[in-house]
Structure formats: structure tokens, C-alpha cells
């Protein structure tokens, strides 16, 4: 007979576990010195026991692991798809393509590539419902799932307008489309937009189910999964209990139109804490943000390459970014282990507080008109920029530290002959419906300063 380990110790209780760190406090307060409030609103203790454990959540398993992505904007067709070819040879195992007009031939850029292995997510900056035929089609004859990431509200949200179409609508265009296609995945949910303005992980929750709840209100005949595409920050156990309560909330969400309905995640470290200036540390935030990622239970992870910000789309970068997810998987087997969070009493108790803070969120927006009405007013923006200039102050503060940025800086670092993009937020003055949702990052005015200075 099996004896347990620990049998022959007393349990402990949480109360007799807090007493004895309040006696180690030596007269400090417990509450002030241990425990600090998250942005969300989340107090966070020092330590969590099964009484945190309030129920199981549930969280849809994953048997196959995660699959690597590698994002290529497509311009050069040829070079695209010697991108592509490559990028699978050297590890990827699926890919992203982001198509900007319809003048790409969309059956030359896939004919070659292993349809029936390799993932695909085509990002359309534009809808047509003659091209997403040519994919489904395309799809049909491979045998394929492809993903065409089509998403008209957070095209409004990014840029101000919804996209030109020759029928009433977007949304008329996407009911053509969905009526047309069976093989392919049509809807996608742009979270990152929010999460890389400023927006908290409750914001970003919330908004993204309220997004992607005008979709579902909309579009009768929607049967195939709805990706979302996420961005992760720095909040290590925080990003991975964000993750797990997308998956809940979506089945609780998704059950009132289809309870077949799924969610797909495809995850991307978040631009917002990176930098230009010691950018090599870049690599290290995007590990701990891939490690959230993979934990968190991300279907497919797009690494961000460490210049990323400053270099134009290159081998090197995408080798290294790639190599990152490749160790962890294949010698850190992260990739062999389903849903490992489960029964941890801290990550279970931020699942659940975060999942029941955004559905409160949720429902308040639904109550109040619906995501978009809220857009067109301009509350979902304000209420972005209340959190995100929250942040900025804790950073220009120095509370909140970006190494080699705002804290250790090298002051011999010089960046002015290196940059090959512009790394801070563009000004493009055109008419728009609404005032669009501007992505920032928390380091833009030092380093404007400092590149100002060399």
C-alpha cells in the first residue's frame, strides 16, 4: 500500500500559515506589505491555498500542443512564398499571410505549400467575396483549414472606416460569405488592438467577447471556429489565466448561438513593452511572453522578432524568433503536457476573478447599447486611454520598469543609423467615421529623446 509523503505531517491552514507570516512581519501591517492591487483591480496575496480554489474551471483540452507561426506580409509574391517554403523547412508549422489588396493571386501564393500539414491564416486588409471563394475553394481541393481572418469591426476600431464593399454593408458581405464557404474558418476577433493601446486585461476580455458578440448577433450561419488574435504582455500568471478565460467565456458566450461553436488562439508577444534601445532584451520578454502563451493554452504562437520595431522583415530576426519557440517546445517540451495551469490555486483563482470581472464588463456594454455603439461614441477609446495613460505614468514614474529602458539605460546606445521603419505612432490625417483605437508603446517619448539627442 502506497503511504503518502506528507502523511505524517499536520495540515496547515491558511489561517495558521498567514499568522505565521504576520509574526515574521515583525509589526508591519499584512495587508499594506504583502498584498498589492493589479490594474484589474485584482488584490494579489502573498500566497494561495485550496480555499482560493473555487471551482474547476472548465477549460477545453488541447491534445496536440501548439503550433509554431511565422507572419509573412505578402508583397513579393515570389519572395513570399520562398519565405514560406523556408520558414517551414527551418520549423514552422504554420503560417500567416497578410494580403493587402486583391491583386494578389492568392492560388499561385498557395499552390506549392503543404496545404494538408502545414496551418494557414490569411489576414485580408480588405473584403471580397469572389476571393474568399478562391481560398475556400482552394481549401476544398487540398483538403486543407484555412483561416481567413476577416474582421470589419476592428478594421473600423484600427482605422476608422469599415472596409469598401460593393454591397449595403459589411456585415451583408459577411453573411454572403458565410453562406458560401464550409471548409474555411471566416471570423477573427483583433484583441490585440486592444491590449497594445493600454487597454487591462478586463478591458481586453470584455471587449474582445463584445466584439465578437456583434459578429455572432449578425451572422446566422456561422459554424466554423472565430480566431482571436491575442497579444501577451510581461504579467507572466496574469497572461496565462487571460488566455484561460478566453476559453471560458467563450463557451459561455458562444453556447447562446451554438454550443458546437469553438475559439481558436492565436497569440503574439504585445508590442507595447518593447523597445529600440538595448534590444536585445526584447528576446527575453518575448520568452516569458511565448512561456504565458503556451500555458495559457495558445492554438498557434507567432513570435515577435527582437527588431521587430526598427528592422524591415528579415532572415535573422525570424530565425532567432522562431528558434526561441522551437527550444522551448523540443527541449523544454513544453509542448508535452495539456493544460498544466490546471489545479493551481493561484492561476485558478486569476482565471476565475478575471473571466467574472469581464463578463461583468460584458454585460454592462450589452446593456448599454453593444460594442459598437459604445465605439461609435467613443467610450470603448476613452476608456482605453484612462488605463493605458494609468500605465504611462507608473513607467514615466519608474514604478514600472522596462530594463535598458527606463531603468539601467546604456548611454552610449545609438540607434538614429539603424532605423530601418518608423518605431513610433504614424500620423495619417484622413476622414474617418470614429476616432480610431491608437496602438502605443509604454517607451516612445524616451527614446523620440534620446534619438533626438545623438
Known amino acids: 500500500m502506497k503511504k503518502s509523503l506528507f502523511s505524517e505531517f499536520n495540515p496547515i491552514s491558511s489561517k495558521q500559515w498567514k499568522q505565521k507570516i504576520q509574526f515574521e512581519l515583525k509589526g508591519e501591517d499584512y495587508n499594506d506589505t504583502l498584498i498589492w492591487n493589479s490594474p484589474e483591480n485584482i488584490k494579489v496575496k502573498p500566497f494561495y491555498d485550496k480555499d482560493d480554489l473555487q471551482e474547476n474551471l472548465p477549460i477545453n483540452p488541447k491534445a496536440n500542443g501548439f503550433k509554431i507561426g511565422q ?3 505578402v508583397f513579393d509574391l515570389k519572395k513570399s512564398i520562398e519565405r514560406a517554403l523556408e520558414s517551414i523547412n527551418r520549423g514552422a508549422d504554420s503560417l500567416i499571410f ?9 492560388t499561385k501564393l498557395l499552390e506549392k505549400l503543404p496545404l494538408e500539414t502545414c496551418e494557414i491564416y490569411i489576414s485580408l486588409n480588405f473584403i471580397s467575396v469572389e ?3 478562391k481560398i475556400e475553394a482552394i481549401a476544398k481541393s487540398k483538403n486543407a483549414k484555412i483561416y481567413c481572418n476577416l474582421d470589419p469591426i476592428g478594421q473600423l476600431a484600427k482605422e476608422g472606416n469599415w472596409f469598401k464593399t460593393p454591397e449595403k454593408d459589411n456585415f451583408e458581405t459577411l453573411n454572403l460569405i458565410s453562406k458560401q464557404v464550409s471548409q474555411s474558418s ?8 486592444y491590449q497594445n493601446a493600454g487597454a487591462n486585461i478586463v478591458q481586453e476580455l470584455a471587449y474582445s467577447f463584445a466584439h465578437a458578440n456583434e459578429y455572432l448577433n449578425r451572422i446566422s450561419t456561422i459554424n466554423q471556429p472565430i480566431v482571436f ?5 510581461t504579467n507572466y500568471f ?6 484561460r478565460a478566453y476559453r471560458i467565456l467563450f463557451n459561455s458566450i458562444a453556447k447562446e448561438y451554438n454550443p458546437n461553436l469553438e475559439c481558436h488562439l492565436l497569440v503574439t508577444p504585445t508590442k507595447r513593452n518593447k523597445t529600440i534601445y538595448d534590444y536585445n532584451v526584447n528576446m527575453l520578454r518575448t520568452t516569458t511572453e511565448c512561456m504565458s502563451a503556451i500555458i495559457g493554452g495558445a ?24 528558434n526561441q519557440l522551437l527550444i522551448l517546445k523540443n527541449e523544454s517540451y513544453f509542448d508535452k503536457v495539456n493544460n498544466p495551469a490546471d489545479g493551481t490555486y493561484y ?9 467574472e470581472k469581464a463578463l461583468i464588463l460584458f454585460k454592462n456594454i450589452e446593456a448599454n447599447g453593444g460594442f459598437l455603439k459604445q465605439l461609435d461614441e467613443g467610450i470603448i477609446k476613452r476608456k482605453i486611454q484612462e488605463s493605458a495613460d494609468k500605465e504611462q505614468e507608473l513607467f514615466d514614474s519608474g514604478k514600472d520598469i522596462l530594463l535598458g529602458t527606463n531603468k539601467y539605460p546604456n548611454v552610449e546606445d545609438k540607434m538614429k543609423h539603424d532605423l530601418e521603419l518608423f518605431p513610433f505612432v504614424k500620423v495619417n490625417p484622413r476622414k474617418t467615421l470614429i476616432t480610431p483605437i491608437i496602438e502605443k508603446r509604454l517607451a516612445e517619448k524616451i527614446e523620440q529623446d534620446r534619438l533626438g539627442k545623438e
Not at 98 to 106: L, S
Not at 186 to 193: A, H, K, V
Not at 229 to 233: L, N, T
Not at 305 to 321: M, S, T, V
Open 71 to 73: 507572419s509573412i506580409f
Open 98 to 106: 497578410t494580403i493587402e489588396n486583391e491583386e494578389i493571386d492568392i
Open 131 to 133: 476571393y474568399v471563394s
Open 186 to 193: 471566416i471570423l477573427s476577433i483583433n484583441s490585440s488592438l
Open 229 to 233: 488574435k491575442i497579444s501577451v504582455g
Open 238 to 243: 496574469f497572461e496565462i489565466a487571460k488566455l
Open 299 to 322: 492554438d498557434t504562437i507567432t513570435n515577435l522578432p527582437y527588431d521587430a520595431l526598427y528592422h524591415k522583415d528579415n532572415e535573422f530576426g525570424d530565425r532567432i524568433a522562431r
Open 347 to 355: 492561476i485558478e483563482s486569476l482565471t476565475h476573478q478575471l473571466a
